[in-house]
């Protein structure tokens, strides 16, 4: 975007999206002079800044929602989103697969004409032109962890947090009648509104005294809770156990949640007991 008159000065975005100016001499000031603040210019900007971050972070959380859900994605609406570069840096180098599960490569491009363009797991730079492609949760990745090492030969850097993303496994220990999960139980909190503040800064809903994340695995909803406390915001409070229900409320056993709504329950579980007060009075994370 070029340079846009403000009063005496000249500004417009650099290439981070921040406001910059310039005096008439054309030498760059360290920031906007509070003199022109209320310049339309400076206003326009800034609003656009403001939007732009927005667009960005729908951007990523849409395409996080595909991943989590592991949803069919048409080549064709790749294709329209891939010039727009919020939805290109949230899509590109993301693992995608076939609509069987079978790895593809890494994506790098969309075009309506030339289809998808990926590295496939052998190095090399392939187009194909499925009509739909997956995100895959990287749970459901059968060789994730050669997925992880061949990334980093690449010097991949993902927008959506894919292969490096904290998964659990249910180990074949755990009793499939059991009703709950304790492992992150009993993480203490000085005051309730930390607990709250940390679900809801980290993107989690908080409803009925519990963090609530909504899954949908192969077609069905999912609700992973975590209990928070829901008395007086002041009070302490800790964190309880992970549980699994309908998105009506009705309580699974272990048994009957997926992979994706596992990883996804003890991840959040985690995330949260993580900033429990520990022992010398500092926060674990």
């Given at each position: 975007m070029g340079w846009m008159p403000a009063g005496d000065y000249e500004v417009a975005l650099d290439e981070n999206g921040k406001v910059i100016c310039r005096n008439g001499k054309g030498r760059l000031l360290k920031s906007v002079p509070p003199k022109i603040a209320d310049e339309q210019a400076v206003i326009g900007l800034r609003q656009l800044t403001e939007w732009l971050e927005r667009h960005e972070r729908d951007c990523r959380d849409q395409v996080e929602n595909w991943m989590t859900r592991s949803l069919p994605v048409p080549t064709a609406v790749l294709a329209r989103l891939w010039p727009d570069p919020s939805w290109r840096t949230a899509l590109r180098d993301l693992v995608v697969t076939g609509t069987d599960g079978t790895v593809a490569g890494f994506l790098r491009d969309a075009d309506p004409e030339r289809g998808i363009g990926l590295v496939d797991l052998d190095g090399d730079t392939v187009r194909i032109s499925p009509e739909q492609i997956r995100i895959p949760h990287p749970v459901l990745l059968d060789d994730l962890d050669e997925l992880?090492?061949?990334?980093?030969?690449?010097?991949v850097e993902q927008g959506v947090q894919q292969l490096f993303r904290e998964t659990y496994v249910r180990g074949a220990d755990r009793d499939t009648g059991a009703r709950g999960v304790d492992d992150y139980e009993g993480g203490v909190f000085k005051e309730l509104r930390f607990l709250v503040g940390r679900a809801t800064s980290l993107g989690y809903r908080v409803r009925g005294g519990q963090a609530v994340l909504p899954v949908?695995?192969?077609?069905?909803?999912?609700?992973?809770?975590?209990?928070?406390?829901?008395?007086?915001?002041?009070?302490?409070?800790?964190?309880?156990?992970?549980?699994?229900?309908?998105?009506?409320?009705?309580?699974?056993?272990?048994?009957?949640?997926?992979?994706?709504?596992?990883?996804?329950?003890?991840?959040?579980?985690?995330?949260l007991y993580a900033g429990r007060d520990v022992e010398d009075g500092e926060q674990a994370a």
């Open positions: 992880r090492e061949f990334a980093v030969e690449l010097g949908l695995e192969a077609g069905r909803g999912i609700e992973a809770r975590v209990w928070v406390g829901d008395y007086e915001g002041y009070e302490q409070t800790e964190t309880g156990p992970l549980t699994w229900t309908t998105p009506q409320g009705g309580a699974l056993t272990l048994g009957e949640v997926g992979p994706v709504a596992w990883s996804e329950g003890m991840r959040m579980a985690a995330a």
